[in-house]
């Protein structure tokens, strides 16, 4: 189990240089943008445009704060995604781009490359919420707009912190204040990688 701190994810440019991303997590640890299995990261977007494209990957994009954003696809119909929408997941290699932006917004972003891992997001509001460590995945936790406790841990998490759990930690309940939101990120590897 461990905390990675909000002003310790590492800032890294956009791969198409139209602003910057910070990076939670990725495996291999440390790898390129061309060469993770999968990654975790926060990215601000304050104008309309295209998003980088990831060959071979799969993402799912999670409106934090800020926004709404409409967001286009490859040919599918636009979609408005604001900090209540449901995670939303599509292929990284599809053209992509942010119509409008109606304000700045922060999104979280968990990208796998296809056949070597597959990946999760669900929000959790105003509940405690329990994580059991599944054998082949790694978890992580994001607390949004507030703070939280986690039972087995004297630190409470701030804004833009996240838990990261190994498959062999123990189970662990994390408790939100009243403004906080938690995102659950599962991350399972695929068997050989």
Sequence with gaps: MHLLKHRDHRKMPWKNGGGVTYEVAAAPDGAALDAFDWRVSMAQVAAPGPFSAFPGCDRILTVLSGGPMTLRVGDAPARMLDDASTPFAFAADVPCAAETVD???????????????????????????????????????????????????????????????????????????????????????????
């Design 103 to 193: 304000t700045a917004l922060l999104d979280l972003n968990v990208m796998v490359r296809r056949g070597r891992a597959t990946a999760s997001v669900t929000r959790h509001r105003g509940v405690n919420l329990r994580i059991s460590p599944r054998e082949t995945s790694t978890t992580f936790v994001l607390v949004k707009g507030g703070t939280a406790a986690i039972n087995c841990l004297p630190t409470l998490m701030q804004d833009g912190d996240v838990l990261k759990l190994a498959p062999s930690d123990p189970p662990v309940t994390i408790s939100p204040g009243a403004e906080a939101v938690l995102y659950e990120i599962r991350v399972t590897t695929a068997q050989g990688h």
